[in-house]
């Protein structure tokens, strides 16, 4: 299983652009990346997913560099609303869900 | 809508006292997963199960029990030998469980305290 690391918390103000950076060094070639968002007292929602280069979706972009051994997970334009806890998880196309591990996350608090 | 449920969202026991957690889903989802919750830490996988009447142990099954008698319900006994039950309890489903590529959805969770 590929280890993940990424700050353990970040602050920002609204109207920013936020880059969260996932570092997963030994990750294999069958894994992609996937990043959860989790709000207080609630069950993590899934943001977005990939494998390499760029992904986005409406709620952020996913950038991924050809050696894949990190990740930056960019919300554009954050409000208060995205205030949460976001994990980086690596996995296993091939594995079962079960082998997914939720690290402790980046604990984001987004400031007036 | 289509979800997860779990019921009830606060739970309190005594020590010593089994409780079962309710984990319902209406997503035709083949899998089903229970995860712990500590403050400030990550989800911890105690047990899944990727098709009726099977499941298997995750990382802390240790003091759970779990059942998968039918394809939407998938509840979570915690007993007595859980030594600190006190949590936040988490239930999960995914299309499939062969492969962790699928997104899991997640419940509201319920929290539990042992008085």
């Known amino acids: 299983l590929a280890k993940t690391t990424q700050p353990i918390s970040m602050d920002s103000y609204e109207g920013q652009e936020v880059n969260i950076t996932c570092s997963h060094n030994?990750?294999?070639?069958?894994?992609?990346i996937t990043w959860y968002q989790q709000f207080p007292s609630q069950g993590p929602r899934f943001i977005i997913q990939?494998?390499?280069t760029k992904v986005t979706n409406e709620v952020a972009s996913l950038f991924i560099p050809a050696d894949r051994k990190s990740s930056t997970l960019s919300l554009p334009r954050v409000s208060l609303s995205d205030t949460a806890v976001y994990y980086c998880?690596?996995?296993?196309?091939?594995?079962?869900?079960?082998?997914?591990?939720f690290g402790s996350g980046t604990r984001l608090s987004i400031r007036p | 809508d289509g979800g997860i449920t779990q019921s009830p969202k606060y739970l309190f026991r005594k020590e010593g006292q089994n409780v079962t957690l309710s984990c319902e889903q209406n997503?035709?989802?083949?899998?089903m997963y229970w995860y712990r919750q500590d403050p400030g830490q990550g989800l911890r996988l105690i047990y899944y199960s990727q098709i009726v009447n099977d499941f298997q142990k995750g990382d802390i099954a240790e003091g759970y029990s779990v059942s998968r008698e039918k394809k939407e319900s998938f509840p979570l006994t915690v007993t007595s030998a859980q030594k600190n039950p006190t949590a936040f309890y988490l239930c999960?489903?995914?299309?499939?469980?062969?492969?962790?590529?699928?997104?899991?959805?997640f419940g509201p969770g319920t929290r539990l305290t042992v008085l």
């Open positions: 999960a489903s995914s299309p499939s469980g062969r492969s962790s590529y699928n997104e899991q959805f």
């Open positions: 997503l035709n989802h083949d899998a």
């Open positions: 990939g494998y390499k």
């Open positions: 030994n990750i294999a070639t069958n894994d992609y």
């Open positions: 998880l690596v996995g296993d196309l091939y594995s079962s869900a079960s082998k997914i591990i």
